[in-house]
């Protein structure tokens, strides 16, 4: 997680991770500026690059080669990336509205959300046809549909409806990617029939005769059917119908066109077109609201009208990151003037494009390669990128007067002069009672009648009964952040806390909270803790757990903990402990493991986004269905993995239970990409001191080249559930537990008898 060296002021949040802002988070990477914060709000941690699609549907790209790593992007900037759905705004107090997390406040606001497909026009369009955009949601429909047609067996009718450039070049590039597979298969690459729609008289309407001429060319000689003049009227299952009553049976249908703005913008207020898209004035502002930019295909420029081609949101990439820059700046905005004729290359599928400006127009093979050689030297501006130290990062704080880099109020100036100026300790560092008390408002804890005294109550402590015939259990954890999004911190660390509780096979009870955040702006810090006890609290509600209380100071870092309770019966037998483990018991793991790697990668840009994504996704799931279900099975000892790694928890379970254990490396259930991660040399600061516990391990010599060893010492974050169960209910457990959604359970190994030998555990694999 970047630490910001100043407090945060003002607040840039970009909706979206389209062409126009991938570049403003690179500008902004490049050149920050001082106390400006850059958050992204997108559904997806890759964004495609629209002009390598066609490539990469024809087998030319792989997945990575044509999409940009948004979460690589992000930390390379310092910028927070949330993923969620945008579903609204509230333009009154400038919050983004979304789908699962709390409003995100911003002070300047871009929407480059691209175009939605707008089936509901056509009746049946949005049950039966598959909407190539948006396109961060098309490589599911693509692997989708190739799999659905290698499966089919005799003809399949592939219908593209819509033959602007798009529709034209991906129906070419589906019809030789396709034909391929069928060759491979032993088929006949023949049973592929293609249709292609489009209302005008003639297909590629914005381009010239020339261009045209040659496409009809290639399309004719590839048996391609061209309806012209034929707008789709209705579409029903394996069937497409015309405003002239021509009907086409087809297999697949495929919508290239009708594309318009998102619905949730008709509520916004903002000035839209006829087809829904955001009106911008030259400077890249809406008509509306001077705060609020709009770019790339969301856009339409009233000075301007420009096709939705991806050539124009990349240009806008740069004027947009200017005047994004400027408007936090109160400086005076400048207007872009896109070209009136810009460069269209093509492909046809086979590695060969067709060239198109205005009235000119050429093809060939070396077209592609220019091409080709254009579209990777894009992508390598993102995709080669180096972590910016703290001092390069600095050097642009050091040379501005910080208080004058961004236009202040005269109340925020004073705010930011504070936050800027020597900070006490002791009481003196606690956050102060308004802000707190404006947060914690708004945050609603589950209600116990066992709570005496909580959350809301003024007084300096709370109070809670313990029920009569139960025991108290109690644990703590405390850890800085290691993400860049408050809400889903909030839910790891209380996630991460609750996780003793569940192991020990008690019920969550209260818990008080201990949080440091970086000082800054009032409104800032308000909203900071806002969203980070927004996400615990929901993670504590889910575990009805009351949250009673805690502590809120100032610190460089953001960081969060929990001191919680647990209600267990009052009889020793109903605890579950680490010592109970017996020989010929199962070992059990419900979770993958590999987040202490992963997340080092994350912070020096070694990580795939989806690598750091699907991490976060177990981190989240919580352990408390699981360790019901480990007890319904049997259960005879049992933990939570987190800092100590497998090894080190498995070694605190052997010695007290008097058994010895055996790991099977190649069972190990590991999170995506952290075996690249380890090999790759990169670990976890912690890692170091967990393998002096390789003197615990029997045969450590024979096993430390395997690839999987060194994450044995991995620590982890929110880890999976490390249990024994007898073995006789080891397979019926497992299978209720990926039935329960730990479905990377697996028996990773077994419980041995205690031996002569000092070291207790052995390694296979």
Same mark, same amino acid.
């Given at each position: 997680?970047? !630490?910001?060296e100043?407090p945060?002021l003002r607040d840039?949040?970009?909706v979206?991770?389209?062409?126009s802002?991938?570049? #403003?988070?690179k500008?902004f990477g490049?050149?920050?500026i001082?106390c400006?914060?850059?958050?992204v709000?997108c559904?997806?941690?890759h964004?495609?690059?629209?002009?390598?699609?066609?490539?990469?549907?024809?087998?030319?790209?792989?997945y990575d080669?044509v999409?940009?790593?948004?979460?690589?992007?992000?930390?390379?900037?310092?910028?927070?990336?949330?993923?969620?759905?945008v579903?609204?705004l509230?333009?009154?107090?400038?919050?983004v509205?979304?789908?699962?997390?709390?409003p995100v406040?911003?002070?300047?606001?871009? @929407?480059?959300?691209?175009?939605?497909?707008?089936?509901h026009?056509?009746?049946?369009?949005?049950?039966?046809?598959?909407?190539?955009?948006?396109?961060?949601?098309?490589?599911a429909?693509?692997?989708?549909?190739?799999?659905?047609?290698q499966?089919h067996v005799?003809?399949?009718?592939?219908? +593209?409806?819509? &033959?602007?450039?798009?529709?034209v070049?991906l129906?070419l590039?589906?019809q030789?990617?396709?034909?391929?597979?069928l060759?491979?298969l032993?088929r006949?690459?023949?049973?592929?029939?293609?249709?292609?729609?489009?209302n005008?008289a003639h297909?590629?309407?914005?381009?010239?005769?020339?261009?045209?001429?040659t496409?009809d060319t +290639?399309?004719?000689?590839?048996?391609?059917?061209v309806?012209?003049?034929?707008?789709?009227?209705?579409?029903?299952?394996?069937?497409v119908?015309?405003?002239s009553?021509?009907?086409?049976q087809a297999d697949?249908? @495929?919508w290239? !066109?009708?594309a318009?703005?998102? *619905?949730w913008?008709k509520?916004? =207020?903002?000035?839209l077109?006829?087809d =829904?898209?955001?009106q911008?004035?030259?400077?890249?502002?809406t008509v509306?609201?001077?705060?609020?930019?709009?770019?790339?295909? @969301?856009?339409a420029m009233?000075?301007?009208?420009?096709?939705?081609a991806?050539?124009?949101a990349?240009r806008?990439g740069?004027p947009l990151a200017?005047?994004?820059?400027?408007s936090?700046?109160?400086?005076a905005l400048?207007?872009?003037?896109?070209q009136?004729?810009?460069?269209?290359l093509?492909?046809?599928?086979?590695q060969y &494009?067709v *060239?198109?400006?205005?009235?000119?127009?050429?093809?060939? &093979?070396?077209?592609?390669?220019?091409?080709?050689?254009?579209?990777?030297?894009?992508?390598?501006k993102?995709?080669d990128l180096?972590?910016?130290?703290?001092?390069?990062?600095?050097?642009?704080?050091?040379s501005?007067?910080?208080?004058?880099?961004?236009?202040?109020?005269?109340?925020e100036s004073l705010?930011a002069?504070?936050?800027?100026?020597?900070?006490?300790?002791?009481c003196?560092?606690?956050?102060g009672?308004?802000?707190?008390?404006?947060?914690?408002?708004q945050l609603?804890p589950?209600?116990?009648?066992?709570?005496?005294?909580?959350?809301?109550d003024?007084d300096?402590?709370?109070? +809670?009964?313990?029920?009569?015939g139960?025991?108290?259990?109690?644990?703590?954890?405390?850890?800085?952040?290691?993400?860049d999004?408050?809400?889903l911190?909030?839910?790891?660390?209380?996630?991460?806390?609750l996780?003793?509780?569940?192991a020990?096979?008690?019920q969550?009870?209260s818990?008080?909270?201990?949080?440091?955040v970086?000082?800054?702006?009032?409104?800032?810090?308000?909203?900071?803790?806002?969203?980070?006890?927004t %996400?615990a609290?929901?993670?504590?509600?889910e *575990?009805?757990c009351?949250?009673v209380?805690?502590?809120?100071?100032?610190?460089?870092?953001?960081?969060?903990?929990?001191? +919680?309770? %647990?209600?267990?019966?009052?009889?020793p037998?109903?605890?579950?402990?680490k010592?109970?483990?017996?020989?010929?018991?199962?070992l059990i793991?419900?979770?993958?493991?590999? !987040?202490g790697t992963?997340?080092?990668?994350?912070?020096?840009?070694?990580?795939k986004g989806?690598?750091i994504?699907a991490?976060?996704?177990?981190?989240v799931?919580?352990?408390?269905?699981?360790?019901q279900?480990?007890r319904?099975f049997g259960a005879t000892?049992c933990t939570?993995?987190?800092?100590f790694g497998?090894?080190?928890?498995?070694?605190?379970?052997?010695?007290?239970?008097? #058994?010895?254990?055996?790991?099977?490396l190649?069972?190990l259930?590991?999170?995506?990409?952290?075996?690249?991660?380890?090999?790759?040399?990169?670990?976890?600061s912690?890692?170091?001191?967990?393998?002096r516990?390789?003197h &615990?391990?029997r045969?450590?010599q024979a096993k430390?080249?395997?690839p999987?060893?060194?994450?044995?010492?991995?620590?982890?974050?929110?880890?999976g559930?490390?249990?024994?169960?007898?073995a006789?209910?080891a397979?019926?457990c497992?299978?209720?537990?990926?039935?329960?959604g730990?479905?990377h359970?697996a028996?990773?190994?077994r419980?041995l008898?205690?031996?002569?030998a000092?070291?207790?555990?052995?390694?296979?694999g």
């Amino acid at each position: 997680m970047q !630490t910001p060296e100043q407090p945060i002021l003002r607040d840039i949040v970009l909706v979206g991770g389209g062409h126009s802002h991938v570049g #403003v988070i690179k500008s902004f990477g490049m050149q920050p500026i001082p106390c400006v914060r850059l958050t992204v709000i997108c559904t997806d941690v890759h964004t495609p690059y629209s002009g390598m699609l066609p490539g990469y549907v024809a087998g030319h790209y792989s997945y990575d080669d044509v999409h940009i790593d948004l979460s690589r992007l992000a930390v390379f900037a310092g910028a927070r990336l949330y993923r969620d759905e945008v579903i609204g705004l509230d333009r009154v107090n400038r919050r983004v509205l979304c789908r699962n997390r709390p409003p995100v406040p911003y002070d300047v606001l871009s @929407i480059n959300t691209g175009s939605t497909p707008q089936l509901h026009d056509v009746p049946g369009a949005l049950q039966n046809a598959i909407a190539v955009k948006p396109i961060t949601r098309f490589n599911a429909r693509w692997l989708a549909l190739l799999e659905r047609v290698q499966k089919h067996v005799g003809t399949t009718t592939v219908a +593209v409806v819509g &033959a602007g450039a798009g529709g034209v070049e991906l129906l070419l590039a589906m019809q030789y990617r396709l034909r391929h597979e069928l060759r491979t298969l032993g088929r006949n690459p023949n049973d592929l029939v293609f249709h292609l729609f489009t209302n005008n008289a003639h297909i590629l309407p914005t381009h010239n005769a020339r261009v045209r001429r040659t496409f009809d060319t +290639v399309l004719a000689a590839r048996g391609v059917q061209v309806h012209c003049d034929a707008a789709v009227t209705q579409v029903s299952a394996g069937q497409v119908q015309t405003g002239s009553g021509e009907v086409v049976q087809a297999d697949e249908i @495929i919508w290239v !066109t009708r594309a318009g703005g998102a *619905a949730w913008l008709k509520d916004t =207020g903002l000035a839209l077109d006829a087809d =829904g898209f955001i009106q911008v004035t030259d400077t890249l502002q809406t008509v509306t609201d001077p705060v609020i930019f709009a770019a790339g295909d @969301i856009a339409a420029m009233v000075n301007h009208p420009l096709e939705k081609a991806g050539v124009f949101a990349v240009r806008q990439g740069p004027p947009l990151a200017r005047n994004l820059r400027m408007s936090v700046q109160g400086a005076a905005l400048k207007p872009y003037h896109p070209q009136r004729r810009w460069l269209a290359l093509i492909s046809t599928g086979n590695q060969y &494009a067709v *060239a198109s400006r205005g009235w000119l127009g050429f093809a060939g &093979a070396w077209v592609w390669r220019w091409k080709d050689w254009i579209d990777r030297d894009f992508m390598r501006k993102f995709q080669d990128l180096a972590p910016m130290d703290a001092h390069a990062r600095g050097a642009h704080a050091a040379s501005a007067n910080i208080p004058g880099a961004v236009q202040l109020t005269s109340e925020e100036s004073l705010q930011a002069i504070s936050a800027m100026a020597m900070r006490c300790g002791g009481c003196g560092a606690k956050v102060g009672a308004t802000v707190l008390s404006r947060a914690l408002g708004q945050l609603h804890p589950v209600q116990h009648d066992d709570v005496l005294i909580g959350l809301s109550d003024p007084d300096d402590a709370a109070v +809670v009964r313990v029920p009569p015939g139960k025991a108290m259990v109690h644990s703590v954890d405390f850890f800085r952040s290691f993400i860049d999004d408050p809400y889903l911190f909030g839910k790891v660390a209380a996630n991460h806390a609750l996780g003793d509780l569940w192991a020990m096979g008690a019920q969550a009870q209260s818990a008080t909270a201990i949080a440091t955040v970086p000082p800054g702006l009032e409104s800032k810090v308000e909203d900071l803790l806002f969203q980070m006890m927004t %996400g615990a609290l929901e993670v504590l509600n889910e *575990a009805n757990c009351a949250l009673v209380g805690g502590h809120t100071g100032e610190g460089k870092e953001l960081a969060l903990g929990f001191a +919680v309770n %647990g209600l267990i019966d009052d009889d020793p037998a109903q605890i579950l402990r680490k010592n109970g483990m017996r020989a010929g018991d199962v070992l059990i793991l419900t979770k993958p493991i590999g !987040t202490g790697t992963l997340f080092a990668a994350h912070a020096r840009l070694a990580a795939k986004g989806r690598w750091i994504d699907a991490a976060l996704q177990s981190m989240v799931l919580s352990n408390q269905r699981g360790a019901q279900c480990l007890r319904e099975f049997g259960a005879t000892a049992c933990t939570d993995l987190t800092g100590f790694g497998l090894l080190g928890h498995l070694v605190e379970m052997t010695r007290p239970s008097g #058994v010895d254990a055996e790991i099977d490396l190649n069972a190990l259930p590991l999170l995506d990409g952290a075996q690249e991660c380890v090999a790759a040399g990169i670990v976890s600061s912690l890692q170091s001191a967990n393998v002096r516990l390789r003197h &615990a391990l029997r045969n450590q010599q024979a096993k430390a080249h395997h690839p999987r060893y060194p994450l044995i010492f991995d620590p982890q974050t929110a880890g999976g559930l490390l249990a024994s169960v007898p073995a006789d209910r080891a397979d019926a457990c497992i299978a209720a537990l990926r039935e329960l959604g730990y479905v990377h359970t697996a028996a990773i190994g077994r419980v041995l008898t205690q031996s002569d030998a000092m070291e207790p555990i052995t390694l296979c694999g």
